[in-house]
């Protein structure tokens, strides 16, 4: 089993940045594929980024690409998502992720097996 507690989200102006961590505790984190999802209210989560677990495969969603940058450390057991140029449609709560997964299935959310609780990132205009 694997636990995931994310940390680092809050209240920004556009255009501002933030760094979200993700620390893991259990199971062998360095074998799994990380990735973050976001979840606005009334709206389905919704992938943001994944990296895999040597970190030479990462992938982005088209609305963050530019923007975001996922990261990985195996010795801290963390995953680190950095945010620039924040937009008021960033606004959602971010979850981070572990699992399996199958290569050219990151952005599928029920390839994924571990979550954490979520941390709420709000952008105002």
């Known amino acids: 089993q694997v636990q995931l507690v994310e940390s680092g989200g809050g209240l920004v102006q556009a255009g501002n940045s933030l760094r979200l961590s993700c620390a893991a505790s259990g199971g062998t984190f360095s074998r799994y594929t990380l990735g973050w999802f976001r979840q606005a209210p009334g709206k389905e989560r919704e992938f943001v980024a994944a990296i895999s677990w040597t970190g030479g495969r990462i992938y982005y969603a088209d609305s963050v690409k530019g923007r975001f940058t996922i990261s990985r450390d195996n010795a801290k057991k963390t995953v680190y998502l950095q945010m620039n140029s924040l937009k008021p449609e960033d606004t959602a709560v971010y979850y981070c992720?572990?699992?399996?997964?199958?290569?050219?299935?990151?952005?599928?959310?029920?390839?994924?097996?571990?979550w954490g609780q979520g941390t709420q990132v709000t952008v105002s205009s």
């Open positions: 992720s572990a699992g399996a997964v199958v290569a050219g299935r990151e952005a599928r959310r029920y390839e994924y097996e571990y």
